[in-house]
């Protein structure tokens, strides 16, 4: 929950930020969701990203978690990359409106709101509902399809 607060207050002058603190919170909701493998070099858990796109499909129609499945990126680039998405560059950026075809507009005043929806509406979900038991998020393949347990690629790599 703090994550998600922080995420708020950051929304303003640092939308960047504030998606990783959104995307922070749907990775803590995943990892009590989904239980994940490790690597055995590094013991880094494997299959993050697919626990994130899974959780959100918990409370978002397929078409609305779609949307934010490129969030997840989006978020490692500010993280490992220092890059920024949401206009933090652009002091006084102003919103064109609907019909904005600008990254820029698109990732503040849609994606990033959409994301901060969605959530909220986890971690409501989190509250109000009794857990599930845990089940097993297979990491992405090399052609960025999440291949399953059983070797099989699918979409989304979960249950859900």
Same mark, same amino acid.
């Given at each position: 929950?703090? *994550?998600?607060?922080?995420?708020?207050?950051?929304?303003?002058?640092?939308?960047? /930020?504030?998606?990783?603190? /959104?995307? =922070?919170?749907?990775?803590?909701?995943?990892?009590?969701?989904? $239980? /994940? @493998?490790?690597? $055995?070099?590094?013991?880094?858990?494997?299959?993050?990203? =697919?626990?994130? $796109? +899974? =959780?959100?499909?918990?409370? %978002?129609?397929?078409? @609305?978690?779609?949307? %934010?499945?490129?969030?997840?990126?989006?978020?490692?680039?500010?993280?490992?990359?220092?890059?920024?998405?949401?206009?933090?560059? *652009?002091?006084?950026? %102003?919103?064109?409106?609907?019909?904005?075809?600008?990254?820029?507009?698109? /990732?503040?005043?849609?994606?990033? %709101?959409?994301?901060?929806?969605?959530?909220? &509406?986890? &971690?409501?979900?989190?509250?109000?509902?009794p857990w599930p038991a845990r089940i097993?998020?297979?990491? +992405?393949? +090399?052609?960025? @399809?999440?291949?399953?347990?059983?070797?099989?690629?699918?979409?989304? #790599?979960?249950? #859900?």
């Amino acid at each position: 929950m703090d *994550t998600y607060l922080e995420g708020i207050q950051a929304l303003p002058r640092h939308p960047s /930020f504030a998606a990783v603190s /959104f995307v =922070a919170s749907v990775e803590t909701i995943a990892g009590k969701l989904f $239980k /994940f @493998e490790s690597c $055995k070099k590094c013991r880094n858990r494997l299959g993050l990203g =697919a626990g994130f $796109k +899974a =959780a959100l499909r918990k409370v %978002l129609s397929e078409e @609305e978690a779609a949307a %934010l499945d490129p969030v997840y990126s989006a978020r490692s680039k500010t993280v490992h990359a220092g890059i920024l998405h949401g206009g933090e560059t *652009t002091p006084g950026i %102003l919103f064109r409106g609907p019909w904005s075809r600008n990254n820029t507009d698109d /990732f503040r005043w849609r994606t990033l %709101l959409r994301l901060q929806r969605a959530t909220r &509406l986890l &971690l409501a979900w989190a509250i109000t509902n009794p857990w599930p038991a845990r089940i097993l998020v297979a990491p +992405a393949s +090399a052609e960025g @399809e999440h291949v399953t347990p059983s070797g099989d690629a699918s979409a989304q #790599g979960v249950e #859900g």
